[in-house]
Nanobody, 123 residues
Framework: EVQLVESGGGLVQAGGSLRLSCATSGFTFDDHSIGWFRQAPGKEREGVSCVSSDGSAHYADSVKGRFTISKDNAENTVYLQMDSLKPEDTAVYSC?????????????????WGQGTQVTVSS
């Protein structure tokens, strides 16, 4: 069974940091790209960051310089380090896996999704 389980969300003050984790199982981790997405109430889901099978990373303009994506192939886990958080970062953050080997664009098709973890940034 394919599983992606997010953790690490919570309530943080503006300017603070959180580290999200996406633990995966049930598929060949090394053959997939992994992306982080977020959705705030009343807004469309947006891509935040993704990492390709070769480790190359991509970021939405809104988070460049503040967020860092990384992965541990041995643990089949992807991380999203979020620094300098802003209230507008408040959203449910989900991770997803794509059959595509690379995520040269954030809007590639994703096939497996986690349930998400809530991130709330207070002002």
């Amino acid at each position: 069974e394919v599983q992606l389980v997010e953790s690490g969300g919570g309530l943080v003050q503006a300017g603070g940091s959180l580290r999200l984790s996406c633990a995966t199982s049930g598929f060949t981790f090394d053959d997939h790209s992994i992306g982080w997405f977020r959705q705030a109430p009343g807004k469309e889901r947006e891509g935040v960051s993704c990492v390709s099978s070769d480790g190359s990373a991509h970021y939405a303009d809104s988070v460049k310089g503040r967020f860092t994506i990384s992965k541990d192939n041995a643990e089949n886990t992807v991380y999203l380090q979020m620094d300098s958080l802003k209230p507008e970062d408040t959203a449910v953050y989900s991770c997803a896996a794509s059959w595509y080997y690379s995520c040269s664009a954030l809007n590639i098709e994703y096939n497996y999704w986690g349930q998400g973890t809530q991130v709330t940034v207070s002002s």
